[in-house]
């Protein structure tokens, strides 16, 4: 796992949009793994304004979506495709009808969670998946002690995560959908590279358990340790509970020029 400690939000999200920006560049035909929240929102603002000056094209690319809340109207605002679209789909030339979600509407939800899983091996699987970090230390809505190998399902949010996200609800806790079905720890584990982002104060300690704390499914986040290639970008506030930043920083600074992150 590569630690990148920078300095603020802003650098973080230059830097994230900038892995972006080279797997659109690199692959005739990238599949993108998108989070929702607030954390990669520096990132497609990044993407939307290189879209707009040419600079970057999407127009071959796919994404899917990591998690969509059980319960609400499709046409409601604070859908996770809804969300996704009005923060970077409708506003670069990402193909509409190429981002993917799990059907969190459907009858029969495992059989739509078992599809959902098949179709992200169908897409040829995630080039890159961006990842954000609960407070309790979930990634995509795997909290708590959800099975390191799991695939997509449903789970139901804790109270904090609830009281984390009732910010997008009006601060109405009780609007806040109490399931979700979010791809699996073992699903998210599948894709090339995983690059979460974590920016403030309040990330420090969950950042401090995924990265240096036990593998455990208590920290659902910790199950990056297993990936090949894990990139963790955070900025000062979130590394403040970080036992190795001094080793982080230095691996940083003399990181080979070819190898990238
Ligand atoms: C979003 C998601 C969540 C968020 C996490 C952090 O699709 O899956 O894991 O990444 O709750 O949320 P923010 O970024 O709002 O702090």
Redesign the pocket.
């Given at each position: 796992m590569e630690v990148v400690i920078v300095s603020d939000a802003d650098a973080a999200a230059d830097l994230v949009a900038g892995v972006i920006v080279a797997v659109l560049a690199d692959h005739p035909a990238p599949v993108l793994g998108l989070?929702?929240?607030?954390?990669?929102l520096g990132v497609y603002r990044r993407l939307i304004d290189a879209c707009a000056a040419g600079a970057l094209t999407a127009a071959h690319a796919s994404a899917v979506?990591?998690?969509e809340y059980v319960g609400l109207p499709s046409d409601h605002a604070e859908t996770?495709r809804a969300f996704i679209r009005g923060e970077l789909v409708d506003h670069i030339d990402l193909p509409s009808e190429r981002l993917f979600g799990p059907d969190a509407a459907a009858d029969d939800l495992a059989s739509a969670c078992r599809e959902y899983d098949r179709l992200i091996r169908d897409l040829g699987g995630v080039d890159v998946q961006l990842?954000?970090?609960?407070?309790d230390g979930?990634?995509?809505?795997n909290e708590p002690g959800s099975s390191l190998a799991s695939r997509t399902r449903i789970k139901t949010l804790t109270r904090a995560?609830r009281v984390?996200?009732a910010r997008w609800f009006d601060d109405h806790v009780g609007d806040v959908p109490r399931h979700v079905v979010?791809q699996g720890l073992g699903t998210i584990l599948e894709a090339r590279h995983l690059v979460l982002i974590a920016t403030g104060p309040e990330?420090a300690e969950p950042i401090a358990r995924a990265v240096e704390g036990p593998l455990t499914a208590m920290c659902p986040a910790s199950v990056l340790q297993l990936h090949p290639h894990a990139t963790v970008v955070v900025d000062e506030p979130a590394a403040a509970r970080l036992d190795r930043v001094d080793y982080y920083r230095e691996a940083y600074e003399h990181k080979p020029g070819w190898q990238r992150l």
């Open positions: 989070a929702t929240g607030s954390s990669p979506l990591l998690d996770y990842l954000g970090i609960g407070t979930h990634v995509g809505f995560t984390d996200n979010t990330k």
